[in-house]
């Protein structure tokens, strides 16, 4: 429930801070357990689902480990 509302919370921050002008890149960090449950759910990696996406040449994934 924490990653739910840290993710609530990142993504209303970046949508305040941007517009439809703005350009540049804007970085969401997606909880291990949303990615996983993708995985799961759809049998398709997150990356796999945004290539396949209409927004493929306008979003990213990229994960980062400890």
Not at 29 to 49: A, N, W, Y
Request: aromatic fraction near 6%; glycine fraction near 4%.
């Amino acid at each position: 429930m924490e990653d739910f509302l840290d993710l609530l919370r990142d993504f209303e921050i970046k949508k305040r801070a941007t517009n439809s002008s703005s350009e540049g890149l804007v970085t969401i960090k997606l909880p291990l357990v949303l990615i996983e449950l993708v995985d799961e759910c759809k049998g398709l990696s997150m990356t796999k689902i945004v290539q396949s996406s209409r927004y493929a040449n306008k979003a990213h994934i990229f994960v980062n480990r400890l």
